[in-house]
């Protein structure tokens, strides 16, 4: 059996770090899962979630050039449901959305031509206030 990227194969846990877990492969191959692929949630410790002599589904996700293989538990299955109220990934707890001065967000653009009229606002109103900031120190004997 060749391990080629996207590969998902079944593994044992042999050996377990504080960066990681070390699977033994069919073959007499082996490969690191990283701490960072074992679960979706946050892996503080690799032992929280793993044992040593674990049967693990992996998924092969990169060999680089010296052969090691990395690889993945959490790509190996399907992701968890989204929690009811989180729109989006990276959207922030409370629907704070990066809303202005307790200003609402704005509603989400569609296009292409929205996004740049939303960006360019935006970026009139910093530079205005920067600009303001600029005059009130300089008549306060700031920088000149």
Same mark, same amino acid.
Do not use: C, W
């Given at each position: ?52 002599? #674990? ?30 109220? #989180? ?16 200003? =609402?967000?704005?509603?989400? =653009? ?7 009229? #939303? ?12 600009? #303001? ?12």
């Amino acid at each position: 059996m060749e391990f080629g990227v996207g590969t998902i194969v079944e593994g044992k846990v042999t050996g377990i770090t504080k960066f990681g877990a070390f699977v033994s492969l069919p073959e007499g191959k082996s490969g690191l899962v990283h701490i960072s692929e074992i679960a979706y949630s946050y892996v503080n410790d690799v032992k929280d979630h793993l044992k040593e002599g #674990q049967e693990v589904k992996v998924k092969v996700i990169g060999i680089d050039e010296n052969g090691r293989i990395n690889l993945s538990i959490k790509k190996a299955m399907d992701p968890p449901p989204r929690p009811a109220g #989180q729109s989006r990934p990276g959207s922030r707890p409370g629907g704070f959305n990066g809303g202005f001065r307790g200003k =609402p967000a704005p509603a989400e =653009p569609t296009t292409f031509e929205d996004r740049l009229k #939303q960006f360019m606002a935006s970026s009139d109103s910093k530079l205005s206030e920067l600009r #303001q900031a600029e005059r009130r120190s300089s008549r306060r004997g700031g920088r000149k």
